[in-house]
């Protein structure tokens, strides 16, 4: 959803890596370069960086998927 401010398994911080990371996908370059460029080395953190998929946009779209499960439960019966 949003982009993991540490990596899950060794703690490397790639927060701050994501925007820039981004950007030079975008420019049409290859993940690996943009990834070695980033210092961004171990395989652990490069997954982190090449599976995720930033959709917390559409996701508040739905306000439903953004409330305790107490209201959600509540609102389809209004
Ligand atoms: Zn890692």
Not at 15 to 42: N, S, Y
Not at 49 to 72: C, G, N, S
């Amino acid at each position: 959803m949003i982009i993991p401010i540490r990596c899950f398994s060794c703690g490397k911080v790639l927060a701050d890596k994501w925007e820039k990371f981004q950007e030079e996908i975008k420019k049409g370059k290859e993940p690996a370069e943009v990834l070695d460029e980033l210092g961004i080395t171990r395989y652990c953190c490069r997954t982190v960086m090449i599976t995720h998929k930033d959709f917390i946009d559409e996701i508040a779209k739905y306000r439903r998927f953004l409330l305790p499960a107490e209201e959600r439960e509540g609102a389809g019966k209004k």
